[in-house]
């Protein structure tokens, strides 16, 4: 989905739910920067979303920061429209 939007030039923000075994790994951070150099907001940082420990991702989604996605996509698709 990410390749097509991409590709469309449309606005595209990414809050992953990704564990520390999967953040360390060199192919999950070359992807996450290929991603952002082709203009994908990838929220994966402090202030986003960190990385949780293997096998407690359960216990975490309740707390899921769903709001900072949506906000981030309010302000994609609001400079989208003021800057065609």
């Given at each position: 989905?990410?390749a097509?939007?991409?590709g ?11 564990n ?23 929220l ?40 065609p």
């Open positions: 989905m990410l097509e939007t991409t469309l030039a449309a606005p595209a923000v990414v809050l992953p739910f990704v520390t075994a999967l953040a360390v790994r060199a192919p999950f951070r070359r992807s996450v920067e290929s991603l952002r150099a082709e203009g994908i907001r990838i994966l940082s402090p202030g986003g979303f960190q990385p949780h420990p293997p096998r407690t991702g359960g216990s975490l989604i309740d707390s899921y920061p769903w709001h900072l996605g949506i906000h981030e996509a309010e302000r994609a698709l609001d400079s989208a429209t003021h800057n």
